[in-house]
């Protein structure tokens, strides 16, 4: 039997479904039982399902003879079922790579009664956004205080369904009925954070897009919620918060022009008022204010004076919002004076400002610089720019939080500006003022200039901005000659390119045995072990993190001895799942990269920059690239690294793991090719890089002189 059974119910989605199949059938090392249930679809759908099914034994279809809504449908599958625990995927949603998987382990795990998995939201133009599920589950009738969580966020034990009796409501809603019913009659609920499922809203046709009267249809869903006797029994406040819920989600509805016609509100309006004097009884008494007069209004179905309450309030609302409004744009307006204001005040030319990754904190080639300058410029006080939020900056490192009065005057006034990215298109550049560029890694892809040459590269690329940013800049660091070729094309700056190797390898080539002993110990590695370090970078082909290696499987497949750290691309902060194999440690916010450089005996990456910062080091490298003629199409690539890799290049899971048992990663080939790519493009890396910057750009020193 099948530990987990997905239950796809499809009406009109005949131009998702095949993705929503290929999702579910396509996961990593599990499969599941999938039922699909054609809701008498009056399009391709059911034609979609068959044809799947003939190629896939593991799907089953169900098609049926009149159309009964999503409830009925999944009931249908759900009838079919035979795992241990149900998973409703609507036929245009997703789940993401890796999240089967991910999913039976936490079941195994906590054997909860039902699951809630984290889930994101795509719109119509591809762009996923996260929602999180809670640290800890609710049950019982707590849970109808909070806001339902999607019915795709949900998996939950067949069994207890069966026990309970929960089915699914016909009509409009009926997830949210469902979703309230087993959170509220559930002796366990476990939550699993990761974003899991992917769900669209705001497709043509579906209903949330769709205007019409049957949006009332919600009243009776929340009626079914709060009827169950969890609820009923519930004490008399929080049956008192369950209703007020449910009567704020209700009014948000039928309030929203959208979704209900103005001649659909008052019968609705009846509705909620029904709802109200039902289980108002035996209920805590209403607030006091202005929400207890809107549910007494409610309750006695005063339609007009429930109106006008609503049109003084949002009037009240409106004044207090274009006030806010107006506050906001005399401080911004304020700030822009100010920062005006500064930069006609002389530039204070013992003053740097620092940078890295759009102000996500100290890092990469600035914070090297800044250490350098420290010591042999003194005199230059360095300040970092960072974010709201910002990770901990080292001990005495002095920083000012964009958009601050404070940030505004150090930006105006610095004499020097260095960053590893790019300043907001509003920062000027002073006559006067040194704006020095490093960049953040050695390309193997296209960049710059010449990205139009690959379209699918330039999802929000602007030419003339990046033109703009490059003319301010007075250096360029480069690491390598390969490097300064490729960015006088693609960042042609009338300022001058230092060639000096990168600030950030200096540690590495500067490291001895007690600084790589000290790494091991930061990461808790064991005396003996063998450590990989897994780098996977960005594919823009992809709107959420997709991973072509397991990285479970690795582990066990290099043996006991091994300990696999995953660093993920910081760009994938919404979806991913954490690794479940013991000897794997995900190190992806860990702060100091260079730190797990110097713990790692081998590197397994792609198409990352890392790749030319680990030669350094001079240890087995190896090249994990399925999808290489891919990224090489959509990308663009400067050199063609399936002949010029770094020591070992694998495109199969089996090729990667025969290359580490046989011995081939550290073989005399792959040391041979690691050695005429660190000529290529390590040769100035020996420890000085960041002396070279701060001698040029400080202490106007030439190399030359």
Known sequence: MNFTSVVVPAWSVQGYLA???????????????????????????????????????????????????????????????????????????????????????????EKPDVLVVGAARERWNRSVSGWHTPASGSAGAEALTLQAPPLGALVVRRQFLAESGIRFQPGWYEDVAFAYAVLAEAGSVATFEPACY???????RSIHTTRSARHAEA?????????????????????????????????????????????????????????????????????GGAAGLRLKLIAAGSFGAYQALRGARGAVGS???????????VRKRGLRWYYRWQLRRPIDESLAVYAAYWYRGYACNPAAIYAKARELAPGVRGVWVVKPGHRPLPEGVKYVVSGSRAYFRTIARAKYLINNATFPPGVVKR??????????????????????????????????????????????????????LLWDRQFPI???????????????????????????AELGIAPGERVVLYTPTHREWHATFT?????????????????????????????????RHSRVTD???????????????????????????????DRPLIIFAPDWEIYRAVRGVTFDLAAEHPGTFTRTFDELVAAFRSGQVDSPEATEARARFRARFCSLEDGHAAERVVRRVFLQERRDA
């Open 431 to 484: 006559p006067g003022a040194i704006h020095v560029q490093t960049h953040h890694g050695t390309p193997l892809k296209t960049m710059g200039l010449d990205q139009p040459k690959f379209p699918a590269s330039t999802v929000g690329y602007n030419a003339d901005r990046m033109r703009r940013n490059i003319a301010k800049w007075d250096f360029s660091v480069t690491a390598n000659r390969h490097t300064t």
């Open 319 to 329: 004044a207090r919002g274009r006030l806010g409004r107006a506050k906001a744009r």
């Open 547 to 579: 991973p072509v290696l397991d990285v479970d499987a690795l582990a066990e497949a290099l043996g006991p001895d091994t300990r696999v750290l995953l660093r993920g691309h910081y760009f994938y902060g919404l979806a991913g799942f954490p690794p």
């Open 198 to 204: 992917i769900r669209r809203l705001d497709r043509d």
């Open 587 to 617: 190190v992806s916010s860990f702060p100091a990269v260079e730190t797990l450089y110097l713990a790692a005996d081998a590197l397994i990456t792609d198409f990352s920059s890392v790749m030319f910062d680990y030669a350094v080091l």
């Open 494 to 520: 009338r300022g001058e390119t230092l060639e000096t190797g990168y600030p950030r390898n200096d540690r590495l080539a500067l490291a001895t045995g007690p600084d790589v002993a000290a790494a091991r």
């Open 19 to 109: 993705e929503c199949l290929t999702s579910v059938l396509d996961q990593q090392s599990v499969d599941a039982e999938v039922i699909g249930v054609d809701d008498a679809s009056p399009d391709h759908s059911g034609a979609v399902l068959d044809e799947r099914a003939a190629a896939d034994p593991r799907l089953t279809v169900v098609h049926l003879a009149t159309n009964g809504g999503p409830g009925p449908a999944r009931n249908a599958g759900l009838d079919r079922a035979t795992g241990e625990y149900v998973w409703f995927v609507d036929g245009d949603d997703r789940i993401v790579p890796g999240a089967l998987a991910a999913v039976e382990a936490r079941l195994r795990e």
């Open 219 to 287: 009243v009776a869903q929340y009626d079914h919620a709060l009827s169950r006797p969890v609820v009923a029994g519930a004490p008399p406040e929080l049956r008192r918060r369950a209703l007020d819920r449910a009567v704020a989600e209700l009014l948000r509805i039928m309030e929203d022009g959208a979704r209900v016609p103005r001649g659909a509100r008052r019968a609705m309006f009846t509705a909620v008022s029904g709802l109200v004097r039902k289980h108002e009884a035996g209920a805590a008494p209403r607030p």
